[in-house]
């Protein structure tokens, strides 16, 4: 059972409103990770980070921010949603320094609507 | 640079029925491959790993072999169950690339 874990589950909010979508894990996992899963199920990465104070854009361009204050903790932030952003958000963490492990642990998202 | 390319979907099985998805990759150097399963609602877990060449992963009756001769990870089962039915999704590592990377993601629905 993976200690990670994601808030809200399920979100439903207005155009021009600001969320924030939480991810915390209890590992002791220096990266952390975000991910957009579109409808079609592909995984697009959108930021990760290295730890405390690091962070980094993946591959798909997006609107959020994130920040890693502390070591468990690695929320996004989406100032002002819009319904393109309508999309289910992973996170996931991993080990630093295992090199060619690559096992990332997962939340169980956050499915977020905007109307 | 590094990509993982897997068969689309969706699969439809009977129970009972075997189960291949192909997996193949290209990437440089030496590096680890997955599967991962994402079940409805869900997200995604290890279902199984190899780290190097002609090494078999298994897990739940599932097993892949990585391949280097033809650069696959192809993930079998013998015999699916309804609870099978999940998303299922190969990925690497250690390539050239500081992160993983996923396949696009192959559907399975098992039917009574």
């Known amino acids: 059972e993976a200690d990670i874990y994601q808030t809200p589950r399920y979100l439903v909010i207005g155009t021009g409103k600001k969320i924030t979508l939480e991810c915390s894990q209890t590992m002791g996992h220096d990266k952390m990770y975000w991910y957009q899963q579109d409808p079609g199920m592909e995984l697009h990465l959108i930021h990760y980070s290295y730890g405390v104070n690091s962070t980094e854009k993946g591959d798909l361009s997006s609107e959020s921010t994130v920040s890693r204050i502390r070591t468990e903790h690695f929320p996004l932030t989406l100032e002002s949603a819009r319904p393109s952003h309508t999309s289910q958000y992973l996170c996931?963490?991993?080990?630093?320094?295992?090199?060619?492990?690559?096992?990332?642990?997962f939340g169980e998202g956050s499915r977020l609507t905007v109307l | 640079g590094d990509s993982v390319t897997q068969m689309e979907g969706p699969v439809t099985l009977s129970e009972e029925a075997f189960l291949t998805i192909n997996c193949t990759y290209t990437a440089t150097g030496y590096p680890s491959l997955f599967w991962y399963v994402q079940y409805p609602g869900e997200g995604l877990q290890l279902l199984l790993k190899a780290t190097k060449a002609d090494d078999k992963g298994s897990n739940k009756g599932f097993e892949a072999t990585y391949r280097k001769e033809t650069t696959s990870f192809h993930l079998e089962k013998g015999s699916v169950q309804v609870s099978d039915s999940a998303v299922y999704f190969c990925a690497l590592s250690g390539g050239s690339y500081d992160k993983v990377i996923f396949g696009p993601g192959t559907s399975l629905s098992v039917i009574p």
């Open positions: 996931a963490s991993s080990e630093q320094g295992m090199i060619n492990t690559g096992e990332l642990f």
